[in-house]
């Protein structure tokens, strides 16, 4: 069996170890940017490729006789990489472009939610002219400002210390109309969390619930960011959390599989991540992504306990339902060391070291190998997952790792600790009031 991989990030990593570990001894092939140095050393060979160069990647799976592919970034699906492959006979774990769309236009997306009357959808308008956008802002008075294509995480303004006023939110809104829609929606105040699935079309195998720390500081301060570590708890829910938020998340999620495929004819193939708010109102949908997220992955796949072959043939066979894919009970904390700087100023091409991290995982995310020595590149470089029966004891060696990752880096020590954890127990018990 030959896999292949496609992306060079910390997820990636995390889904390349995954299969490495599958007791059907797959031979492992990726494509990639730049030369990770975790992920090289789990394959057979590999393609320093541009992840979203379609024709040579094709190419290569093609030449290498690649049974199953995994897509790990949302680029290369908007770039219909997925339909790509599979129109050459690839099992595919990553959506057609059709449907990827949910991730890749954000205004596509909600329209999508309110023709389906999919739940949770917040209140908001898409606007390609400024007049009315500019009416619509000061009529909510309280919003969230959305660019309509990818951002890397990083295009998405609220209200508040991003957007201190009506009239900061109508001039960030009038910039980024320049570069397509844009999505105007209200400000939504409450905890997040990240519920991710595999799906095969029609039936969807739910991991844990997790939460991703967006804010690059401490105390949730700073510019957003790709995330910065998020954690589980030992089970599916999150101290914060009820049953029935999470069981709301997923019937939201199923609803979408469904409505994806009566709209387009395509069938959802790949892994559906849902970002939620538990509001005082009740569950919102923030967005979703056509992915597993970075560093959500991270948290969920080390737990997976069905062979991830498995579980990607079930994906490619529409027959995920004759499939128990568990995953074992216990808490995670990931952790990224990044760049100085990071995001607006980072340092870049420094070199880093990985001491001794005890049984910490460490997976290599935005840096590159040459000459046996790894370096940054200025984004996200390399992350530590912590895992053990309670939150305090994954996050204790999260954090005995990550001091032990050297370079020109910063980090959020607060993530997973239990005075942050308690903070969100806190907020959320004064949002359900
Ligand atoms: P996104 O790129 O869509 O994940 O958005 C980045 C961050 O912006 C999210 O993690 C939320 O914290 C925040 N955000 C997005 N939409 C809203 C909203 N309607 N209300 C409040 N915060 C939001
Ligand atoms: N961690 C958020 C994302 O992957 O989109």
Redesign the pocket.
Known sequence: MNVLVVGGGGREHAITATIAQSRKDPVIFAVMAKKNPGISRLCQDFLLEKETDVKKIVAYAAAKNIDLAFIGPEAPLAAGLADALEDIGVGVVGPRKAVSKIEFD?AWARSFMRKHGIGGC?V?EIFTEQGPMFDFIAKLGD??I?PSGL?G??????MGDQLPSVKDAQQYAAQILGSGSVVV?????GE?FTLQAFVDGEHLAFSPSVQ?H?RAFENDLGP?TGGMGSYTDAGELLPFLRAEDVQQAKDIMQHTVTGLYMETGVKYKGVLYG?F?VTRNGL?V??FNARFGDPEAMNVLPLLETDIVDVMSAVVGGTLDRLTVKFSKKATVCKYAVPAGYPDNPSKDKEVSVGDVGDALVFYASVYEENGRIYTTGSRAIAVVGIDVSIPKAEKKAQDALDNIIGDLHSRRDIGTMSLVQKRIDHMNEIRG
């Not at 995480?153 to 609220?158: L, N, Y």
């Open positions: 954000k917040p908001f919003v969230a959305k951002t995480g990083k295009g998405v303004k609220v929606e209200e400000k939504l105040v997040e991703d967006k957003n970002q708010m919102r923030i967005e």
